[in-house]
Nanobody, 119 residues
Framework: QVQLVESGGGLVQPGGSLRLSCAAS????????MGWYRQTPGKQRELVAL???????TYADSVKGRSAISRDNAKNTMYLQMNSLKAEDTAVYYC?????????????WGQGTQVTVSS
């Protein structure tokens, strides 16, 4: 079982920056990737960024060039640095971890952290 705890959300003005953190704990085996998704009321959860166990990163077009995802393997912690924030970045941000052994996969989710971009 894996537990994911996000932190770092809050209220920020347009054009500002935030760094979200996701601390993973528990029995962590064969991580395929970790990442961030976000969700606003009435909409489906959408991908923000992923980082594979090998360090390959993927970003949604909406955040590309403004965000950076990274991992500290020693601390089992993942980060999302978000810059030049816009009102449309307002959402609940969820940390996710996908693990698998080649036969089966399981995705874990954190509880979410609210990011509000407003003046």
């Amino acid at each position: 079982q894996v537990q994911l705890v996000e932190s770092g959300g809050g209220l920020v003005q347009p054009g500002g920056s935030l760094r979200l953190s996701c601390a993973a704990s528990g029995s962590i085996f064969s991580v395929i990737h970790m990442g961030w998704y976000r969700q606003t009321p009435g909409k489906q959860r959408e991908l923000v960024a992923l980082i594979t166990s090998g360090g390959t990163t993927t970003y949604a077009d909406s955040v590309k060039g403004r965000s950076a995802i990274s991992r500290d393997n020693a601390k089992n912690t993942m980060y999302l640095q978000m810059n030049s924030l816009k009102a449309e970045d307002t959402a609940v941000y969820y940390c996710t971890l996908l693990e698998g052994d080649g036969c089966s996969e399981y995705r874990y989710w954190g509880q979410g952290t609210q990011v509000t971009v407003s003046s």
